[in-house]
Nanobody, 120 residues
Framework: EVQLQASGGGLVQPGGSLRLSCEAS????????MSWIRQAPGKELEWVTS????????YYAESLKGRFTISRDNAKNTVYLKMNNLKPEDTGVYYC?????????????WGQGTLVTVSS
């Protein structure tokens, strides 16, 4: 059974930083493309970023480039999301997911989510 355990969320002031972690088990992590997806209160899911397993190439939602950084440590089966200069609109539940592609991107496994609240 694939398990993705996200952590690191919390309350942070605008302009602050957080680093989220997602530890994976039950899968071959270094063969897995991984993503972060978020959901703001009352809004739909929004793809944030992905990192592939081949060369660690990363991809970002255009609006988040320069503030968010995804990385992975295959030895620890963990993917990270470093978020800088956080804004109130970054508030939401952040999910890590295992990404797949079959003509379109989809997610085969999801973590439980970690809540990020950006507020003064």
């Amino acid at each position: 059974e694939v398990q993705l355990q996200a952590s690191g969320g919390g309350l942070v002031q605008p302009g602050g930083s957080l680093r989220l972690s997602c530890e994976a088990s039950g899968l071959t992590f270094d063969d897995s493309d991984m993503s972060w997806i978020r959901q703001a209160p009352g809004k739909e899911l929004e793809w944030v970023t992905s990192i592939n397993y081949v060369a660690g190439d990363s991809y970002y939602a255009e609006s988040l480039k320069g503030r968010f950084t995804i990385s992975r440590d295959n030895a620890k089966n963990t993917v990270y999301l470093k978020m800088n200069n956080l804004k109130p609109e970054d508030t939401g539940v952040y999910y890590c997911a295992k990404e797949a592609y079959d003509g379109a991107y989809y997610y085969t496994s999801w973590g439980q989510g970690t809540l990020v609240t950006v507020s003064s």
